[in-house]
């Protein structure tokens, strides 16, 4: 069975950093584009960040770039986020997208 497991979110102050852990099981996800979406309260869910399995090309969306850097490490299913200079609006949960599979989410709250 296909698992993703999100960790490292929580409350932070804004300004604050978190790094958010995606550890994938189950199958490997070689050559899979590994992904970050986020959904605030009341809002539709969005794109955050995507890091491709062959070259490590990366992607943002323009709320997040400059501020967060997305990695992995295929040796260990693993895809990060790392989030620094947070911002009241980036509290939503974190959801972290594998060849169509979406893990179950993590909190993120960053406060005022």
């Known amino acids: 069975q296909v698992q993703l497991v999100e960790s490292g979110g929580g409350l932070v102050q804004a300004g604050g950093s978190l790094r958010l852990s995606c550890a994938a099981s189950?199958?490997?996800?070689?050559?899979?584009?590994m992904a970050w979406f986020r959904q605030a309260p009341g809002k539709e869910r969005e794109f955050v960040s995507t890091?491709?399995?062959?070259?490590?090309?990366?992607n943002y969306a323009d709320s997040v770039k400059g501020r967060f850097t997305i990695s992995r490490d295929n040796a260990k299913n693993t895809v990060y986020l790392q989030m620094n200079s947070l911002k009241p609006e980036d509290t939503a949960v974190y959801y972290c997208?594998?060849?169509?599979?979406w893990g179950r989410g993590i909190q993120v709250t960053v406060s005022s």
């Open positions: 997208v594998v060849g169509g599979t």
């Open positions: 189950g199958r490997t996800f070689s050559g899979y584009t």
């Open positions: 890091i491709s399995w062959s070259n490590g090309g990366t």
